[in-house]
């Protein structure tokens, strides 16, 4: 029963999770690093990947208690080089959770990770700023 419990809970933490904030700078995303730190001490045995923006650093990490003995902070030199790296991480499940901060992304990118996150069995969060039209 236990077992199924676990299974079962497991499988609503797969999907892709989408987190608007208000900026691209350090201030916006100090909402959201308290929850991903969270996340950091999670699953001991399996990766936090973040696909970040370059104003996060391992200093950052640190100042909120991250538990970085398993987590990979990774600096994408382009948007879609970024968005590779995050299905990529998705698909292969060495990661628990995968964190992709986008500067945009389209329903099709969201249906691609998507189908990603199922197949690797892993939690995805889309950190992405607000546009205009929002």
Known sequence: MLQAHKQETAQENIGITEVVLPGNDIESHAMVLPMIA???HQNQDKWLTWIAPQNISKAILKQYDFANHNIRLIHPH??????RIFCNALVNGNSN????????????DR????LASRHGHT????????????
């Open 38 to 40: 969270y996340l950091s």
């Open 78 to 83: 382009d948007h879609e080089e970024g968005l």
């Open 97 to 108: 959770t995968v964190i992709g901060s986008l500067d945009f992304f389209t329903e099709k």
């Open 111 to 114: 249906a691609t990770l998507e």
């Open 123 to 134: 939690r995805g969060i889309v950190l992405r700023t607000r546009n205009s039209s929002e």
